[in-house]
């Protein structure tokens, strides 16, 4: 995993080159026929299409959000190809029949997938554009009765329990993007734990996007049920490119009694160059339900990538008892915007739930904190403890903080802490004197400043993390 | 203590600098041998810290002219973190706060780098803590400074330790004390200085910069130079401090141009 992750974030950004598989794009544009033909090419039931009919019609009544503290061009939703699938020549039944030249990618990428998994006993299941290719360890986890596959196979494999749950905790209507998402999306991950069953390993997915001005819809449902846990792990790279990449996902999770789920997230897509020009949009919709007593959710995420990032992984306390933690590391440099953040609604007695946002700003960036703390009537005894810190590298950036704390219980105690700093020549010059150079400084006072996110991390992770972050600030000081 | 026969360790000649486009050093000249430790007094703007941060390299400062050797190697090649690791160590006068950074993590990356360019074997935390800790007695440190953020709400003495501290561990070929004796109470003034007698060998030499002659009541100097308007104007024995202690930095200047342009 470490040397994995070394290779896909700890260097200038190199994933810069397209695979030529010969790509089945959908034609440009949206509309109920396109729909259908996703529909029809995934081979779905009727009552999926229904949903993303349903979906598509509620996305035409919205608007874009114009709330969030960022700029960018109209996104002109009639020019992105909607579906774009690599031609599967027949069914894949072992890693050996799957096309070579996807192999070689996973090669440039430095992600031998078949020894990786093995050596660093993750299991991966690799996205590859909008479609699953081939998943490893899946027996493995068979064994102890969990599900790891493509949202695509659960929809066949699975029916009665994607039926259940899809749009349960991100209604189809909740936001335009998740609207859009729920209409389109083509692939994604979904994760089930039966009753009881602790995961003997972190799954991880790594997403990649491949054919140029493709939207890329994922589609993320994980599923612990009473007294079941799993760290999830979702790493993200994309190759460079001038033109902007839509990226709109959905991840929901649901936790029943009892049950703990951890999401981390390292996302390092392509930022646009120096000047702004290029890079991903990535306005995700992440949420998830903490809906049995006792139950826990966790999401960490480090976000370094992305020209625009959109992004609120939410809990919604509903269970009694049931604790949300959301730590976050967000990095913005050049002329990248980040509005980011949290909500954490509180609904079931004594629930608790803690905020940790690093946002640190390099260049010309934007980086922003939003979060919402809502405390219902019924949430007697509920806690929540928020720290917001920001750091500025240079004069050029902003930092913002945006807490919306929203409190209809007497009973619950809400705690909010913010601080800004700055990384300043004389703290450079004082590592200098100490014989510490100016890169090795940034990336000590950076860890310093994100210990507490990090610490929440998997090992192998936080220690990439750490890595990632020096480089994307480099060259942004002294 | 001088030594006779010993090395040259720093050789400054005519030495200009400038910040924000005035000058502020105009014409140093000062020859340092190893085992020497030479005071530079002088009142408030003379150039004094100037001097120290250009021979450190800090950014904000200009080198317009002369030149300046260490070791026989030209200075102004190496930045300022090779500098470092070449053995040129400051003192600052103000140390800056870096919350969030363990100072025993800071410690030991600053000896490390130094270790390594020495050649040396780089130590892990535990045999660190070990070592760091022997060191931190010579300055009568409590252990809970290494958990502490760097000088993060270390009070002036706390700071002025913490700087001997990493003179300590890396043990300069040059120590430059900048105005170390200020904000310092008499016993801290004494554990201190006290520490860096201790430092002090015939290998390395040591530059103090300093207002008053109080500190060097327990450094003695070899030499004291008086600094005023970016120039050495005097140059003396341990002696010149006392006579500007009872005369006063006028005494010096009396007689001479105010300021003439070289």
Redesign the interface.
């Given at each position: 995993m470490s040397a994995v992750l070394q290779n896909l974030v700890n260097q200038p950004y190199k994933h810069g080159f397209v695979t030529d598989i010969e790509s089945d794009v959908a034609p440009k544009g949206l509309n109920e026929d396109i729909i259908r033909l996703i529909s029809t090419k995934k081979n779905e039931p009727e009552w999926l299409l229904e949903f993303r009919l349903n979906a598509y019609r509620q996305w035409l009544t919205m608007k874009e959000p114009k709330w969030p503290n960022v700029k960018y061009p109209k996104i002109d939703f009639q020019a992105i190809s909607y579906y774009a699938a690599p031609k599967p020549k027949k069914k894949l039944g072992s890693m050996d029949e799957v096309d070579p030249e996807l192999l070689r990618t996973f090669e440039k990428l430095g992600v031998p997938m078949h020894e990786r998994a093995a050596l660093a006993g993750v299991a991966v299941d690799v996205i590859f554009d909008s479609v699953s290719v081939a998943t490893t360890y899946k027996e493995k986890l068979a064994e102890v009765g969990i599900i790891f596959c493509s949202i695509s196979e659960a929809v066949h494999s699975y029916p009665h329990l994607i039926r259940q749950y899809l749009g349960t905790v991100v209604p189809v209507g909740d936001n335009y993007y998740a609207a859009l998402n729920s209409a389109v999306f083509t692939d994604g991950t979904f994760c089930f734990l039966p009753k009881g069953v602790k995961c003997p390993m972190d799954l991880s997915t790594y997403f990649r996007i491949n054919t140029e001005e493709s939207g890329q819809f994922e589609r993320t449902l994980i599923i612990a049920e009473e007294g079941a846990s799993v760290s999830y792990l979702e790493g993200c790279t994309a190759p460079k490119f001038d033109t902007n990449q839509l990226h709109a996902a959905v991840v929901e999770l649901v936790a029943l009694d009892n049950a703990d789920i951890k999401y981390s997230t390292v996302q390092n897509w392509y930022a646009g160059d120096e000047n702004g020009l290029g890079g991903i949009y990535n306005f995700v919709t992440k949420r998830g339900l903490a809906k049995g007593v006792n139950s826990r959710i966790s999401w960490t995420q480090v976000e370094t990538g992305s020209a625009i990032t959109w992004k609120y992984p939410s809990c919604i306390l509903q269970g009694d008892n049931s604790v949300g933690e959301f730590y976050s590391v967000a990095v913005t440099n050049h002329y990248q915007q980040a509005d980011t953040g949290t909500k954490m609604v509180h609904i079931g007695k004594n629930t608790r739930s803690t905020i940790v946002s690093k946002g640190i700003s390099a260049g010309h960036s934007n980086n922003s904190y939003r979060g919402l703390v809502r405390i219902a009537p019924t949430a007697a005894g509920a806690r929540n403890y928020s720290q917001c810190d920001s750091m500025l590298i240079g004069d050029k950036c902003s930092a913002n903080t945006f807490p919306y704390i929203q409190v209809r219980n007497q009973g619950a105690k809400v705690e909010h802490e913010a601080s800004t700093?700055k990384i300043?020549?004389?703290?450079l010059?004082?590592?200098?004197?100490?014989?510490?150079?100016?890169e090795?400084a940034v990336s000590?006072?950076i860890?310093?400043?994100c210990?507490d996110v990090f610490q929440q991390l998997p090992m192998e992770f936080a220690v990439e993390a750490t890595k990632l972050l020096g480089f994307k600030l480099e060259g942004s000081v002294? | 203590m001088i030594y006779p026969g010993s090395t040259v360790l720093l050789e400054v000649r005519d030495l200009h600098a400038t910040v924000n486009g005035i000058e502020i050093l105009k014409g140093i000249d000062l020859t340092v041998r190893s085992g020497e430790v030479h005071a530079i007094m002088g009142t408030n703007g003379s150039g004094k810290s100037t001097f120290a941060k250009v021979l450190a390299g800090h950014s904000a400062y200009q080198v317009t002219g002369g030149s300046v050797a260490f070791e026989g190697k030209n200075l102004f090649d190496l930045k300022p973190e090779e500098r470092a690791r070449a053995g040129v160590f400051l003192a600052f006068q103000y140390p800056i706060e870096i919350p969030g950074v363990a100072n025993s993590h800071f410690l030991r990356l600053a000896y490390n780098t130094v270790q390594a360019q020495r050649g040396r074997d780089e130590l892990d935390p535990l045999e660190f803590e070990d070592f760091v800790r022997d060191k931190m007695k010579l300055l009568e440190m409590n252990p809970d400074f290494l958990d502490r953020g760097v000088n993060e709400g270390f009070s002036g003495g706390e700071k002025k330790r913490n700087e001997i501290l990493q003179m300590a561990l890396l043990e300069p070929r040059l120590a430059i004390l900048d105005e170390t004796d200020s904000g310092l109470d008499i016993d801290a003034l004494r554990i201190v200085t006290n520490g860096v007698n201790r430092l002090s060998n015939k290998d390395n030499a040591i530059i103090l910069v300093t207002h008053y002659q109080r500190m060097l009541n327990y450094i003695v100097p070899d030499f004291v130079h008086v600094m005023q308007s970016g120039r050495i104007i005097k140059t003396g024995g341990k002696e010149l401090a006392l006579d500007l202690e009872a005369h006063g930095y006028d005494w010096v200047g009396a007689g001479r141009p105010a300021t003439a342009d070289v």
């Open positions: 700093s300043g020549e004389d703290q010059f004082y590592f200098a004197q100490r014989g510490i150079g100016n090795e000590m006072i860890n310093g400043f210990k002294g | -």
